[in-house]
């Protein structure tokens, strides 16, 4: 997330878009078009969200080599690679999660990756979630899924899964992951 927040304040800097970080860190999961389209809106600034979102991930791409696994999920992934199918639920876009994944060498592990291309609702909505089990074929009362963010620690309890605070298990403090 640190990395995100530096190409997200560096886009909207560019845009003229007012964006605090604790905005950024409360908005976690939500799908980058969706959040320009909101500040948009809000800020009565005039832009394509679909184009500024590409923009910002282009910022993003370059710290690529910066992204560090977290140990305690990795440890999890490891353990359970090849025992129990997995997948991968994220609100970002499917080419980035696809090279974060490859960049730490744990793509194949996942049956599935589902992002916000492959669900109209968003979260806080449980589909993300309830896609990937679908595409595991695993019924969300036996999923656990591992989250960062508010936003989606409500879509994996509305989705009928155990939720597993990834911010609890690195004993941090919300918005400063």
Known sequence: MPLHWIAWSRVTARHGIH?????????GGVPSRDILQMLSREQNIPLDPIAVSHEKEMEYLPMLPQVKAIDQVMNIAHEFYGKLPMAVASGGQKAIIEQVLRHLGVHHYFKAIVTSEDVTRQKPSPDIFLEAA????????????????????????????????????????????
């Open 134 to 177: 679908r595409r595991i074929g695993v019924l969300p009362i036996n999923c656990r899924a591992y989250e960062d963010t508010d936003l989606g620690m409500r879509a994996i309890l509305d989705a009928g899964m155990e939720a597993v605070d990834v911010r609890v298990m690195l004993g941090m403090v919300q918005n400063n992951s």
């Open 19 to 27: 964006f605090p970080e604790d905005r950024f860190y409360s908005l």
